[in-house]
């Protein structure tokens, strides 16, 4: 058999309208939004489906929805593809996808997941609003070249810094708007790309330090177990299968640099044969493509 590791994606994934094939073709589906919508006090499906995309890309909104719509995706995907179960080796998920892969894990009931989210997305929206900071993708610089500028742009007093080590080439940077301006001039006038990203703020770095505290109280009341596959954590790129890991490492991601392409490369010295993106879009499937071309990945959600 195949070693499979199933991938979940994160913030800025998210698209009006996601939904709306899953919800008219599975009835699991439809029950895990449900119950979703009985926690969250709202109706996510109707949120998903029909926006306003103002509303939903709201960090306190997003994050719930991209974590069902994956819950969902997953149980429509094992209902089409029963025999990938036994297949599975690993998970990883991208930033908030860390905790949809731990749901598919088994680490993470679904009510405990919805709650968790939710209190982590308002906790990150509260950071974020409180100072004025942003997250850019600098396309086709290595490592250390975006570190560099990261140095030159970064103003007195502020952070800029790595937050998302994506792909070979895509590069994702946090910090204070300031220092973000000064390097997106830097970077267009050496003739490189550089994408301001639509979120809150300044994600994995310590401006998200107020966050951590409010996450750790939540993960107090959830019920995490051990994992029946190990999640190669976003924060260190390794295993990681027990209960007291997911405590400690969750909150550290919040302020910490995500090393997906670490992750991926992970997986793929794990011997990993198939992969697949369960969720909305196509961005992982992207990632690991630039990561190894020849890996197969099929997405699977939409």
């Not at 490189?192 to 998200?208: E, N």
């Not at 400690?248 to 992970?266: C, D, H, N, Y």
Request: contains cysteine; aromatic residues 6%.
């Amino acid at each position: 058999m195949a070693k499979v590791a199933l991938l979940f994606p994160g913030q800025g994934a998210q698209v009006v309208g996601m939904a709306s094939g899953l919800l008219a073709r599975s009835e699991s589906a439809r029950g895990l939004f449900a119950r979703a919508s009985e926690i969250l006090g709202y109706d996510l499906a109707a949120l998903c489906v029909d926006g306003p995309d103002t509303e939903l890309n709201l960090t306190s909104n997003s994050q719930p929805a991209l974590f069902v719509h994956s819950a969902a995706a997953l149980a429509d995907f094992y209902e089409q593809r029963p025999e990938v179960s036994s297949q599975v080796v690993a998970v990883a998920g991208l930033s908030l996808g860390e905790y949809s892969a731990l749901y598919a894990a088994g680490a993470l009931s679904f009510e405990s997941g919805v709650s968790l989210v939710a209190a982590r997305g308002r906790a990150m929206q509260s950071a974020a609003s409180a100072v004025s900071s942003q997250m850019a993708s600098i396309i086709g610089l290595d490592r250390d070249q975006v570190q560099s500028f990261c140095d030159q742009a970064r103003q007195p007093g502020e952070i800029l810094q790595l937050a998302n080590l994506l792909c070979p080439g895509n590069i994702a940077i946090s910090g204070h708007t300031e220092s973000i301006r000064v390097c997106e001039t830097l970077v267009s006038e050496a003739g490189y790309k550089f994408i301001r990203l639509a979120v809150a703020g300044a994600f994995h770095t310590d401006i998200m330090r107020p966050a951590v505290e409010e996450l750790q109280r939540a993960l107090e009341h959830a019920h995490l177990g051990d994992a029946r596959v190990p999640l190669v954590a976003n924060v260190d790129a390794q295993l990681h299968d027990r209960a007291s890991d997911f405590a400690g490492l969750l909150p550290r991601q919040i302020v910490s640099p995500v090393l997906w392409e670490a992750s991926l490369r992970k997986l793929l010295d794990m011997g990993v044969e198939q992969f697949y993106e369960i969720g909305t879009g196509r961005v992982l499937t992207g990632t690991l493509k630039r990561t190894d071309r020849k890996a197969p990945c099929e997405a699977f959600g939409d």
